[in-house]
Each structure stands twice: as C-alpha cells, then as structure tokens.
C-alpha cells in the first residue's frame, strides 16, 4: 500500500456506483488534488464547464459524432451518483483542473466497425463477478452491494483511501491470473491515459488524482516507456468530431454505453445515493406510494411489515443491510399480495425509472436542433421519457402545429411520435400520437441536420431527395401521402414527378392497385389540412384509368389461390379509393365517370368464368352494395357459381369473397332467403371428397361472422330457408324474443333513439 501512496492518487471505480461516488468524493476532500483527470474523451474539455450550470441536470451523457456521419456516434452516460460526476463537480467546486484522460473519440468512432484484434478465443473478464465468485457470492451485484454500497457514506477519507487501494491490488491479482483479457483497445486506451498522466505530471507534479475504471488502475500504474505507448497509438485511423451533452435517462443507464457499463437498477441506485439515512424505510415509502397511486390498498402498517420482513431476510442471509433483493422479497410478500404483475410496475418505475435529464441552451447544438428545442417550446411539447398517450384536433391551428412537426420529424427518422388508434374518434380531423423521448434521438437530430437547418427545410429537402432515389411506385405514393401529412407543399412537385414518372413506367396491376388507396387518402388529408393536392389528384384520377384497363386481363391470367385472395384485397383497397377520388373531385359528371368506369369494370370480373371464384364473388358483392347489380342478377351469379358443373373449391371460393370478411356477408344472408338457399343446397350437395377440401375455406367465411349472426344463420338453416317460422309451443316465441311488442319498454328509449339519429325536437322519432 505505501508504494501505492507514491505518485498520483489512482480511484478505481465502478461506473455508476453510488458507493463509488461517495467514496470518491470522501478520497479526494481527504487528498486535495491539485488537479483530477477523468476516464472520458478529452474532445470534451471544452464542455466540462457546463456540468455546473444551474440548467445542468443529470442523468446527461456526453455525445461525440464523427462531423461528416452523424450516425457514428457514442455516449459516455452520466448520473448523479455516477464517481465520474462526482469528481467534477468536486473539481469545480473547489476550484480545481478537471480534464477528460480516455483515448480521443476521434480515434475510437475511426475504429467503429473493425474487427477487434484480439484473438478469437479471448474472453474480457467481469472483475466484479469473478471477485464475488471468490468471495462465495453467486450474483456480483449483491456483492457489490454488501462490501461496498452498504458502507454508510462512504466513511472517513483515510477509510476512503485504503478501500480504493484494496481495490486496486484486487484488479492487479486479477490482471496477472487472466491476463488483459486479449483486448488490443483497452492496451491502447491505457496507453493515451499513461501519456495524459505523463503530461499532468509535467503541470502539477503528483498531486494530481485520476478517477477511472478500476480495471484500468493497474496498468496506470505500470511504468512504461514513452516509445513504447507511442508504438501502439501511432497509426490508429481519425475522423474529425462533434461533442456536446445530451439528455440521457435512467433507462438508458441499464445498458452498456460509452464506459462499455450498464446497471440494471439505475433507480435504486439513485435513491441510494440520495438517501444518507435509513435507505430501506425511504424506499419501501416510496413504493407504498407508487402502489397508493395505481389505487392499491397499501397502508403505514404494511411499509412497517416489509421493512421487518426485509431486516429479517438480510439477518438470516448474512447480509450488513437489506439490499434490492430483500425488499423485492418483502414487497411481493407484504404489499402485493404474492403477484408478480404490481411488482413489475416497480422495478418498472423505481428499480429501473423514467427519469430524463436535461442539459442547458448553452451546450453546443447543431441548427436543426434548436429550431426544434423552440418549436417544443412554443408548442408546449416537452420531452418526456416516460410515453405518453397526445390527442389532437387538428381543426384547432396549435394542434394542427403540433401534428406537422411530429409528421415531419417522421419523415426525418426522429421518431420520438408515433400514431396510434384514436379511442375518441374516428374523423380525419382527429389524430392520436404515442410520445417518448429516447436519448438515441438526438443522434437523429444531428444526422438529419445534415438536411437543413430547420425542421421544415429538412424534410422537405428530405423528401425531394427520397423521392428521387425511391425505386418502386409504392415508396412514392408512401412520400406523396407523408408530404401532405407534413404540410410539405414544396416538397409536392418533385415527388408528384417521381410519382408520375413510376406511374408511367409500372405495369404490375397489382402495384397499381397497392398504390392508388394511399393517394386517395392523401387527397382526403390534403383536404383536412388546406392543402392543395390539385396535381396529386389528377396523378390519381390516371392511375385509376389505368387500372381500369389493366386489372381484367390480371385477373383471368391462372392465378393461384394465393394470388387470388392478395388481388381480392386490392380490389377492396381499389373500390374504396374510387369513392373517395370520386368524392373528391368537384366536377360530378367526371365523378359519375369514374364510378361508371369502375362499376363496369366489376361487371366484367364477375361475369367471367375464367376469373377465379373468389374474385367474381368480390366483384358480384361490391356491385350490389352499391346498388348497380339488382337482387334477381346477384341470385343468377350466385346460381351459376354453385351449380354442380362449378368446381367446389372455386365455389367455395366464390361464397368467400361474396359472403367472407367483415363486410356484412352475414347479415345479407340472413335477410336474404334466396341466396341463403342457394349456398345451402349447393353445401349438401358437395361430393364428400370434395367437402374436405372446401371445409376450411366454409370456416374461414362463417367463423368471421359475429355470434348473433352465426346464430340467426342456424335457425334458419334449421327451419329450411324460404320455409315458414319456426313452430313454438303455443304462448312462447322464440328463444330472445317476447311474444309479443312490449310498448311501454320501447317507449322508454325514444328519446335516446331521437338523440342518436340527431332527430329534432318534438318530432318523434322512427
């Protein structure tokens, strides 16, 4: 230990340690270095200063990216009891040089993607695990915790010092059984320490104190030759880099990061920082509180009981103090009730936790960033970790703001929105978003700040330059649909050239139709937003003519089964799209057109016998629920589809498509005795053989059905279609039903029925 004491004062920590931090803060008031160096990238020299601003909030990490690749980034994650942090804001505090000591980013982000140069069969050895091994311990995190986190503050800085060398000669033993674990960058990073060290020697002598990793302690403390550190960093590769901080969150702290360091119980650690007395009762009060929230019955008496249960379960183990294991224990058995499902909100929210830092206006940023930073300000959308249900009325000019900023941040790859099923509505003027801020996203920020230095110049450069590189239709349809979203209105003409050109160019049917509904719905979105979609429209209106003529020969070219049934569906996707593009369009004679066109083109589909069933049964179904196809017409094509000359697979298919899906197939037939006939004498009709071959399309039809319509069915069928009701003893009716209208009850929900059909006053309703 004495010859430990000469030289500088090496601390050997855990990343993210809350024992470590207090212990670090303990060495150094007991040692007043005359300067610290700090295990980090020193291209974050410049920003130090800003861990003491009063806007500075950790959890932060420190973000460095190659300048001409964003994406090639890393982050060195800092919390509140992480030592590293810890030593800064003493250095600053007492008017002492702090600087960053690891190898450059500028070499390490050069080196991202390399084949590691260790051999093969290397393996890097978890110190911790192996010390708790030898200890007797089988899980490192409860040995950690016992000889280090249950060590009150800290203790006295003579006590600080001595358990930083024990630790020390620790990670020495260990060095010399494994070796330095194969690993050529970790001998690389301790050479730029070695000569980082050399050169505070030079400026401070040895009263200079370094805080890293405790691995590392032993190399540092190895004396090598200055040729020989320079021999391993000459030749490393190098790029020019960006730092600043970011925020970082509690959840990301759970994995690994710049120190190559992750803990899994970030908040627990937090509290243990922060609670300097009686850390087992705050706790267990904080998690009363938390299940108070979730309207959990959870009283003073409990918090009593688990705090005795977890004392109890750390005595019988042998343990100093109750460690997360123990009031885990105690929680599930006192305050859940033995359930695991309250428990994993705990380690959910407090084990673990949402908590986000932040990081002041004065860390460097590029431009697009703080065009963003002041559009969350002004829209009032502040970055949360914690996701979080927004509903928007796009009617209202800040909600309208507030979905072009999400959409275009989309567009952009910064999806810190995501759009989710209203529960309220289902109006296009409505809009559900899912919102979380994950730290990644400022990697996005700065790489998409390579498009602009706004929001809105970014995407749109974004998606002019998407659209020209998109190879398929579908892709520019899918840009055209997220411009209007956006509001992207310069954007429009380029991707509405594209999306001529690959309209033009395409001649899949099948990609046709995939891509006509997205353009019918961006002309209705076009609508709800004031945008002009004109241009869009006219690019729709052609692909439907061309699909128009396309999609008969398609569908009479042998198609297999699983082609049939991918054509049904963009035949539905088509038929849709027709009636909003006909809707849309101002001029109703081109409205009535178009609808024509379409309508003739289902005609020719369902009359044709080389069509495969399940698309002429489509065809047939979606005529008659526009009107253009008369009830004794749709009976002769379901006659002709199941006559005994029709093969049964083919006409199973055709009941599939005509009768199938949730387009009310059901509730036709059960009004319709006729074509519910037809379907029934041809079922009994089917060769046995055959029956086996079709059953599985017959359940897929009617097993779709809603049970009160499956049930109608049955009693039909029972009965005998077209026969007479169902006989009941004599002052019965039939199962569900009074025998006869009961006047007085349907009185009573008039009004409700007046009030849904929006009938006026005084008028009675039907």
């Known amino acids: 230990m004495s010859t430990a004491r000469q030289g500088p004062l090496l601390l050997g920590v855990r990343h993210h340690g809350p024992g470590s931090a207090r212990a670090v803060r303990a060495a150094l008031e007991a040692a007043r270095p005359a300067a610290v160096l700090i295990e980090g990238p020193p291209e974050g020299d410049a920003l130090i200063a800003l861990a003491a601003d009063p806007g500075m909030r950790p959890p932060v990490a420190l973000l460095a990216h190659a300048a001409d690749d964003p994406g090639r980034a890393a982050f060195w994650p800092l919390a509140d009891f992480s030592p590293e942090w810890v030593a800064i804001r003493w250095a600053q505090e007492s008017g002492v040089p702090v600087r960053f000591m690891d190898l450059p980013a500028a070499h390490s982000l050069a080196a991202t993607g390399e084949a590691d140069e260790a051999e093969p069969d290397a393996v890097r050895v978890d110190p911790l695990a192996v010390l708790a091994g030898t200890a007797g311990y089988d899980d490192p995190e409860r040995w950690w915790e016992d000889v280090v986190e249950h060590r009150g503050t800290g203790g006295a800085g003579e006590e600080a010092l001595g358990a930083f060398e024990a630790l020390g000669e620790a990670m020495e033993a260990l060095r010399e059984a494994y070796g330095d674990g194969g690993h050529r960058r970790d001998l690389v990073r301790e050479a730029y320490m070695r000569q980082r060290m050399r050169a505070a020697r030079r400026e401070f002598g040895d009263g200079y104190a370094v805080v890293c990793g405790a691995w590392h302690v032993p190399a540092l403390r190895t004396r090598t030759t200055v040729a020989a550190d320079r021999a391993l960093l000459t030749g490393l590769p190098k790029v020019k880099v960006e730092t600043t901080w970011v925020p970082w969150t509690h959840r990301r702290l759970a994995r690994a990061g710049g120190y190559g360091a992750g803990i899994t119980s970030p908040g627990w650690y937090a509290h243990l920082f922060a609670a300097r007395d009686r850390p087992v009762e705050r706790w267990l009060t904080k998690v009363a509180g938390l299940l108070r929230e979730e309207d959990r019955q959870v009283s003073s008496a409990h918090v009593i009981e688990a705090v005795r249960l977890a004392e109890t379960l750390a005595a019988m183990r042998g343990r100093p103090l109750p460690g997360l294991t123990e009031t885990l224990e105690a929680v599930r058995a006192v305050m859940c009730d033995g359930s695991d499902i309250p428990l994993a909100l705990i380690e959910d929210r407090l084990v673990v936790g949402d908590v986000l830092g932040e990081v002041p206006d004065a860390a460097p940023v590029v431009p697009l960033q703080r065009d963003l930073t002041r559009q969350q300000r002004s829209l009032r959308l502040k970055a949360e970790a914690q996701e979080r249900e927004l509903e928007l009325d796009l009617r209202k000019d800040t909600d309208a703001a507030k979905s072009l900023l999400l959409h275009r941040l989309r567009l952009l790859g910064i999806d810190w929105g995501s759009p989710a099923a209203s529960r309220s509505s289902t109006g296009t003027f409505r809009e559900t978003w899912r919102l979380r801020w994950q730290p990644e996203l400022s990697v996005r920020v700065a790489e998409a700040g390579i498009w602009g230095t706004t929001v809105l110049a970014a995407a749109t450069a974004r998606a002019e330059a998407d659209a020209a590189a998109a190879g398929e239709l579908g892709e520019v349809t899918a840009l055209a649909e997220q411009c209007l979203l956006a509001g992207l209105s310069e954007a429009l003409p380029a991707v509405l050239r594209a999306l001529a050109d690959r309209a033009a160019l395409d001649t899949d049917v099948a990609r046709l139709a995939k891509a006509l509904p997205a353009l019918a719905r961006s002309l209705r979105y076009g609508d709800v937003r004031g945008t002009d979609a004109t241009a869009l429209g006219a690019v729709a209106a052609g692909l439907a003519e061309r699909i128009c003529v396309a999609l008969p020969p398609a569908c009479a070219a042998g198609l297999d089964a699983d082609a049939a049934a991918e054509l049904r569906g963009h035949i539905d996707g088509v038929h849709t799209a027709v009636g909003l593009l006909a809707d849309a369009d101002a001029d109703a004679e081109a409205d009535d057109g178009l609808r024509r066109r379409w309508s003739a083109v289902l005609r ?47 006409a199973a298919g055709w009941i599939e498509g005509f009768a199938g899906g949730s387009s009310g197939g059901g509730t036709l037939l059960v009004h319709d005795d006729r074509l519910l006939g037809l379907i029934d004498t041809w079922l009994v009709g089917v060769p046995e053989r055959a029956f086996t071959d079709v059953l599985p399309l017959l359940r897929r039809t009617f097993g779709a059905y809603e049970p009160g319509v499956r049930r109608a069915l049955g009693e039909l069928v029972r009965r005998g279609p077209g026969g ?43």
């Open 724 to 766: 007479p009701a169902a006989a009941h003893p004599a002052g019965e009716a039939p199962e569900g039903f009074a025998p006869e209208l009961d006047r007085e009850r349907a009185d009573a929900v008039t009004e409700l029925v007046r009030m849904l059909l929006a009938a006026p006053d005084g008028v009675a309703a039907p």
């Open 604 to 650: 020719k589909l369902a009359d044709r016998d080389t069509v495969p069933g399940v698309i002429r049964g489509r065809a047939a179904r979606l005529l008659l629920d526009d009107g253009r196809l008369e009830a004794e017409e749709t009976a002769r094509l379901m006659g002709l589809a199941l006559s005994p000359a029709a093969p049964p697979a083919d």
